[in-house]
T-cell receptor, first 108, second 116 residues
Framework: RKEVEQDPGPFNVPEGATVAFNCTYS??????FFWYRQDCRKEPKLLMS???SGNEDGRFTAQLNRASQYISLLIRDSKLSDSATYLC?????????FGAGTRLTVKP | GAVVSQHPSRVICKSGTSVKIECRSLDFQATTMFWYRQFPKQSLMLMATSNEGSKATYEQGVEKDKFLINHASLTLSTLTVTSAHPEDSSFYIC????????????FGSGTRLTVV
């Protein structure tokens, strides 16, 4: 079983739609959680950290459920520029593990 | 913000030759850097953890004699792909984090290696 699992998608949504991505992790000792965004043939870039209390950054909302070892990302009012692969990342001490990523395509 | 510079961004080499990739932290010191590999449409896979002043730690299945890592200073780690073969063609990315940064790591821009 992979340490970090994500639905690979692809998710094809129209502009303005709300889309949610899920992620589960297997190591209960994981300490920090993040969502990264990766555009085609580019390096991943940090989108947002994920906190137990839930956190929001504009149209993006991240949630963490430590008991269920589950992380989510909600994107509201999708834009064409949101098209990318979203990576769920779990950190334990000095070690980061990536999910395979969920591909999102936002269409006009 | 923290900047990680990776060079070269793209390299094409002949089978059997060696290729060196550099990863530099530009505005912070990094005692640890990470090297990842990503094949098309697949996730980032950690290859090794580069430790300044000591040996790198390799993930299971990664050949340490083929992927040589040197972290001779607090701002530079290098990955050398020795005797490259076409199956080594991939996207190689390094990452590092400033000390005390609890919000994730910054990535270099990646190196696309094509072995012909």
């Amino acid at each position: 079983r992979k340490e970090v699992e994500q639905d690979p998608g692809p998710f094809n949504v129209p502009e303005g739609a709300t889309v949610a991505f899920n992620c589960t992790y297997s190591n209960s000792a994981s300490q920090s959680f993040f969502w990264y965004r990766q555009d085609c043939r580019k390096e991943p870039k940090l989108l947002m950290s994920v906190y137990s209390s839930g956190n929001e950054d504009g149209r993006f909302t991240a949630q963490l459920n430590r008991a269920s070892q589950y992380i989510s990302l909600l994107i509201r009012d999708s834009k064409l520029s949101d098209s990318a692969t979203y990576l769920c990342v779990v950190k334990r001490r000095n070690d980061m593990r990536f999910g395979a990523g969920t591909r999102l395509t936002v269409k006009p | 913000g923290a900047v990680v510079s990776q060079h070269p961004s793209r390299v094409i080499c002949k089978s059997g030759t060696s290729v060196k990739i550099e990863c530099r932290s530009l505005d912070f010191q990094a005692t640890t850097m990470f090297w990842y590999r990503q094949f098309p449409k697949q996730s980032l896979m950690l290859m090794a953890t580069s430790n300044e002043g000591s040996k790198a730690t390799y993930e299971q299945g990664v050949e340490k004699d083929k992927f040589l890592i040197n972290h001779a200073s607090l701002t530079l780690s290098t990955l050398t792909v020795t005797s490259a073969h076409p199956e080594d063609s991939s996207f190689y990315i390094c990452s590092a984090s400033p000390p005390g940064d609890a919000f994730g790591y910054t990535f270099g821009s990646g190196t696309r290696l094509t072995v012909v």
